[in-house]
Nanobody, 126 residues
Framework: HVQLVESGGGSVQAGGSLRLSCVAS????????WGWFRQVPGKEREGVAR????????EYADSVKGRFTISQDNAKNMVYLQMNGLKPDDSAMYYC???????????????????WGPGTQVTVSS
């Protein structure tokens, strides 16, 4: 079965940077939509960024535009999230997600993805 594993989380001061990585094992779909989500206790899991495997689109939540960059390495089945200018409000558990189809245009949420990693914690101190 498909397995996603995130890495790169940690603790950083406000204004700092982190780069999250996600590797997908046994992911044999020709097409894919990759996403990063985050969640804090008591709140809904929110989409941060997504990217289509064919490079046709990337999309970001308004709260991270200009600070975060999603990228991918299709040959390695890996997706990355470069996070710059981190703020305390960015503190959350970050999850990698994948779908074996192209990204749907328009509204997207956690239900657009069928495969998930266990998450990596990001903590930003002020």
């Amino acid at each position: 079965h498909v397995q996603l594993v995130e890495s790169g989380g940690g603790s950083v001061q406000a204004g700092g940077s982190l780069r999250l990585s996600c590797v997908a094992s046994r992911f044999t779909y020709r097409d894919a939509c990759w996403g990063w989500f985050r969640q804090v206790p008591g709140k809904e899991r929110e989409g941060v960024a997504r990217i289509d495997s064919d490079g046709s689109m990337t999309e970001y939540a308004d709260s991270v535009k200009g600070r975060f960059t999603i990228s991918q390495d299709n040959a390695k089945n890996m997706v990355y999230l470069q996070m710059n200018g981190l703020k305390p409000d960015d503190s959350a558990m970050y999850y990698c997600a994948a779908a074996g189809v192209h990204c749907f245009r328009g509204y997207w949420d956690r239900w657009s993805f069928g495969f998930w990693g266990p998450g990596t914690q990001v903590t930003v101190s002020s």
